[in-house]
């Protein structure tokens, strides 16, 4: 066995709802939790706001994976529905539609969500407890109308779902709509009715357990203090209601889902509930028999409570246990993350589609008898690979789509135990892929779509700088827009962090550089170097930058064909305003120069197979060492001998070597130069 830890699968079917919001943060937020499926119905609103507020739910916590959306019943099963917008507001979310910036555009639009599946909601849980068996978990937070069916369309697939957790019901307290009823069960008796006598394993959550857990307004206000974060914004907004109410709010949704996450929340009694569905004063009425000779011989008629199959109701509940989740998971996730990293790196991130074949399609040509073969590249997340392998403790600034090589990439980064927190998904624009053709000699084409990594803007910085401290290191290529560079550059100087530039790919005459920045930088003239292409604002605010020959070549217009000419580039880029300039030259190593003096790395001799990627292992180790405070010149020989090795393997991230190999790899070569 691999030990590995594995989340469970999980299906919220949900009304949002103040209480619902707080319960899908929680599961969101909660690593035991992967969120597969979200079915909305009609209840605390209408089924286009609830649908419209867990898209907008879904945009804000930007959960990876994003689960799939499908809406599912717009009315209960018999009669006319029942809302419940004077305790929630009209949009469901005490008003949160419309909140607006400065500028007045909107803070929570539902557009940035995802876009609702075209399917059946009961059909769509269906076919995920058919997927997943006991393995599943499905909590239930408003009317039980698509889970009824649900059990209609598959009964032997749903009762063979691990748990379903249901918040609904009163058997000993008091409803909340009328004397008897609570609200999901008043709005659908028929369909709560239904799913409890269905046979499936059902953990009750009533208002019985529910009421005896408050969020006062006190602790959220204190644990929000001075957080100006999208999601601490949004949970103070919600809880405002509660602002005036002393008695606080009462966790319906987010118990129910805090069940989900730790089954020993609650102690719960063995019971047979049925729901009163025709009564005139008693319809949504929780009814569960409790007589200590329940299933003694009858003399009588059949008791409808009695012949029901057995559910678990909670009746006591770890209060303060309760709380501490909601207070780390809910109010503690809007808080801005605190553990500093060494290398921060803002860049882009590709999933390489490579097929190699006997040889490379002419125009219009098709080449067939390809193998393919699917890979992690992009120059910022090879770089934050490196820097990982490398030892430091990485977090990765980028952009990448809500689709499914996003979700393999983050599944990726994850393994390699780089901090994704501050990578945020775009509804708008796919992740960025290569496609790459590379024939029997090795030579290649490669056509890449950059999606969205065209779209990393300044705004999208927060998360990653707040991991910046003043022994950070700060690494930015140009596969991602200048103007977000530049404003990565100059937080982090202002942090006190390095800041360190890989030009790479170094703008050409042609491009529009002022389109993409906001300093007014305009192309060099013909014949003047090339640095010019640069804004200078950001070379000012670059204390390292890392370039190889053709780099060097087109930044500075001298030609670097050898160790003494790349000694000449490193110092006309230092004269152009950077604080300190490396170039790399291959199997001949790599010259420095900085405040110092200068310097040159040999590189090791090594048969290479591949070479893509050895440059992105440079700069990676080249970072985790200034990181951890040594001096640029031991730094560069530690990268040239990680970049050496990582020419010996196939593959940009799969070659990059870990820091022993590269340590012996050192310490064979000082060796070997002898005293």
């Given at each position: 066995?691999?030990?590995?830890f594995?989340?469970?699968p999980v299906?919220?079917?949900t009304?949002?709802g103040?209480?619902?919001?707080?319960?899908?943060?929680?599961?969101?937020?909660?690593?035991?939790?992967?969120?597969?499926?979200?079915?909305?119905v009609?209840?605390?609103?209408?089924?286009?706001?609830?649908?419209?507020?867990?898209?907008?739910?879904?945009?804000?916590l930007?959960?990876?994976?994003?689960?799939?959306l499908?809406?599912?019943?717009?009315?209960?099963?018999?009669?006319?529905?029942?809302?419940?917008a004077?305790?929630h507001?009209?949009?469901?979310?005490?008003?949160?539609?419309?909140?607006?910036?400065?500028?007045?555009?909107l803070?929570?639009?539902?557009?940035?969500?995802?876009l609702?599946?075209?399917?059946?909601?009961?059909?769509?849980?269906?076919?995920?407890?058919r997927?997943?068996?006991?393995a599943l978990?499905?909590?239930?937070l408003?009317?039980?109308t698509?889970?009824?069916?649900?059990?209609?369309?598959?009964?032997?697939?749903m009762?063979?779902?691990g748990?379903?957790?249901?918040?609904g019901g009163a058997?000993?307290?008091?409803g909340?709509?009328?004397?008897s009823?609570?609200?999901?069960?008043?709005?659908?008796?028929?369909?709560?009715?239904?799913?409890l006598?269905?046979?499936?394993?059902?953990?009750?959550?009533?208002l019985?357990?529910t009421?005896?857990v408050?969020?006062?307004?006190p602790?959220v206000r204190d644990a929000?203090?001075?957080?100006?974060?999208?999601l601490a914004?949004?949970?103070?907004?919600?809880?405002?209601?509660?602002?005036?109410?002393?008695?606080?709010?009462?966790l319906?949704?987010p118990?129910?889902?805090a069940?989900?996450?730790?089954?020993?929340?609650?102690?719960?009694?063995?019971?047979?509930?049925?729901?009163e569905?025709?009564?005139?004063?008693?319809?949504g009425?929780?009814?569960a028999?409790?007589?200590?000779?329940?299933?003694?011989?009858?003399?009588?008629?059949?008791d409808a409570?009695?012949?029901?199959p057995?559910?678990?109701?909670?009746?006591?509940?770890?209060t303060?246990?309760?709380?501490?989740l909601?207070?780390?998971?809910?109010?503690?996730?809007?808080?801005?993350?605190?553990?500093p990293?060494?290398?921060?790196?803002?860049?882009s991130?590709?999933?390489?589609l490579?097929?190699t074949?006997?040889s490379l399609?002419?125009p219009?040509?098709?080449?067939?008898?390809?193998?393919?073969h699917?890979?992690?590249?992009?120059?910022?997340?090879?770089?934050a690979?490196?820097a990982?392998?490398?030892?430091?403790?990485?977090?990765?600034?980028?952009?990448?789509?809500?689709?499914?090589?996003?979700?393999?990439y983050?599944?990726?980064?994850?393994?390699?135990?780089?901090?994704?927190?501050?990578?945020s998904?775009?509804?708008?624009?796919?992740s960025?892929?290569?496609?790459i053709?590379?024939?029997?000699?090795?030579?290649n084409?490669?056509?890449?779509a950059?999606?969205?990594?065209?779209?990393?803007?300044p705004?999208?910085?927060?998360?990653?700088?707040?991991?910046?401290?003043?022994?950070?290191v700060?690494v930015?290529?140009?596969e991602?827009?200048i103007?977000?560079?530049?404003?990565a550059f100059?937080?982090?100087?202002?942090?006190?962090?390095?800041?360190?530039?890989?030009?790479?790919p170094?703008?050409?005459?042609?491009?529009?550089?002022?389109?993409?920045?906001?300093?007014g930088a305009?192309?060099?003239?013909?014949?003047?170097?090339?640095?010019?292409?640069?804004?200078?604002t950001?070379?000012?605010?670059?204390?390292?930058?890392?370039?190889?020959?053709?780099?060097g070549?087109?930044l500075?217009?001298?030609?670097?064909?050898?160790v003494?000419?790349?000694?000449?580039?490193?110092?006309?880029?230092?004269?152009?305003?950077?604080?300190?300039?490396v170039?790399t030259?291959?199997?001949r190593?790599a010259v420095?120069?900085?405040?110092t003096g200068?310097?040159r790395?040999?590189?090791?001799?090594?048969?290479?197979?591949?070479?893509?990627?050895?440059g992105?292992?440079?700069?990676?180790y080249?970072?985790?060492?200034?990181?951890?405070?040594?001096?640029?010149?031991d730094s560069?020989?530690?990268?040239?001998?990680?970049?050496?090795?990582?020419v010996?393997?196939?593959?940009?991230?799969?070659?990059?070597?870990?820091?022993?190999e590269?340590?012996?790899?050192v310490?064979?070569a000082?060796?070997?130069s002898?005293p």
């Amino acid at each position: 066995m691999s030990g590995r830890f594995e989340p469970r699968p999980v299906v919220i079917d949900t009304d949002p709802g103040i209480d619902d919001a707080l319960a899908i943060m929680l599961a969101l937020r909660s690593y035991e939790l992967r969120v597969e499926l979200m079915t909305t119905v009609a209840g605390n609103v209408g089924l286009r706001a609830t649908t419209d507020n867990a898209r907008r739910l879904l945009a804000l916590l930007e959960p990876a994976p994003v689960p799939r959306l499908v809406p599912g019943a717009s009315r209960p099963l018999r009669g006319r529905l029942t809302t419940a917008a004077e305790v929630h507001g009209d949009d469901g979310l005490a008003g949160l539609s419309r909140v607006r910036d400065a500028r007045g555009c909107l803070l929570f639009p539902a557009s940035l969500g995802p876009l609702p599946a075209r399917e059946n909601a009961a059909d769509a849980i269906a076919a995920k407890a058919r997927e997943h068996g006991d393995a599943l978990t499905i909590v239930a937070l408003g009317p039980l109308t698509n889970l009824a069916r649900a059990i209609d369309a598959d009964a032997s697939a749903m009762r063979a779902v691990g748990r379903l957790i249901v918040m609904g019901g009163a058997i000993e307290a008091p409803g909340n709509v009328t004397a008897s009823a609570e609200f999901n069960f008043h709005v659908d008796p028929e369909a709560a009715d239904r799913v409890l006598t269905s046979g499936m394993r059902i953990t009750l959550v009533g208002l019985d357990v529910t009421h005896q857990v408050r969020l006062r307004w006190p602790v959220v206000r204190d644990a929000l203090r001075d957080n100006e974060s999208s999601l601490a914004r949004a949970i103070r907004h919600l809880m405002r209601p509660i602002d005036s109410n002393d008695g606080g709010l009462f966790l319906n949704d987010p118990l129910a889902m805090a069940l989900a996450v730790d089954a020993t929340l609650v102690r719960t009694r063995a019971l047979p509930v049925r729901v009163e569905t025709k009564g005139e004063h008693t319809r949504g009425m929780s009814i569960a028999d409790r007589r200590r000779n329940r299933g003694a011989p009858r003399t009588g008629a059949a008791d409808a409570a009695e012949d029901a199959p057995l559910v678990d109701v909670a009746f006591e509940v770890d209060t303060a246990r309760v709380l501490g989740l909601m207070a780390e998971r809910v109010l503690g996730a809007a808080r801005p993350e605190e553990r500093p990293a060494d290398v921060v790196v803002v860049g882009s991130a590709n999933t390489d589609l490579t097929v190699t074949a006997r040889s490379l399609p002419r125009p219009g040509e098709t080449v067939t008898e390809g193998a393919l073969h699917t890979g992690f590249g992009g120059k910022g997340a090879n770089q934050a690979v490196a820097a990982r392998r490398a030892g430091a403790e990485v977090a990765f600034v980028a952009r990448m789509g809500a689709d499914a090589h996003a979700e393999r990439y983050l599944e990726h980064l994850r393994a390699e135990g780089i901090d994704i927190g501050a990578i945020s998904r775009d509804r708008r624009a796919a992740s960025g892929v290569a496609l790459i053709a590379v024939d029997a000699a090795g030579h290649n084409q490669i056509a890449v779509a950059s999606g969205a990594n065209t779209r990393l803007r300044p705004a999208h910085l927060k998360a990653g700088l707040r991991r910046v401290r003043t022994n950070t290191v700060v690494v930015a290529q140009l596969e991602v827009p200048i103007d977000t560079v530049e404003a990565a550059f100059r937080a982090a100087r202002r942090a006190g962090a390095t800041t360190m530039l890989n030009p790479a790919p170094v703008p050409s005459s042609t491009d529009k550089v002022p389109s993409v920045t906001s300093t007014g930088a305009t192309a060099a003239p013909e014949g003047a170097p090339l640095v010019g292409l640069l804004p200078p604002t950001l070379v000012a605010v670059t204390d390292v930058v890392v370039v190889n020959q053709v780099e060097g070549e087109q930044l500075t217009g001298l030609s670097v064909s050898g160790v003494v000419h790349a000694r000449r580039a490193a110092a006309a880029l230092i004269e152009s305003g950077f604080g300190a300039a490396v170039v790399t030259l291959g199997d001949r190593g790599a010259v420095w120069t900085d405040a110092t003096g200068n310097g040159r790395t040999a590189a090791p001799r090594v048969k290479a197979i591949d070479t893509v990627g050895a440059g992105d292992t440079f700069v990676g180790y080249l970072a985790s060492g200034l990181a951890r405070g040594i001096a640029l010149g031991d730094s560069v020989a530690e990268a040239v001998h990680a970049a050496a090795l990582a020419v010996t393997r196939q593959g940009a991230q799969s070659g990059i070597p870990r820091r022993p190999e590269v340590a012996r790899s050192v310490s064979a070569a000082t060796r070997a130069s002898g005293p």
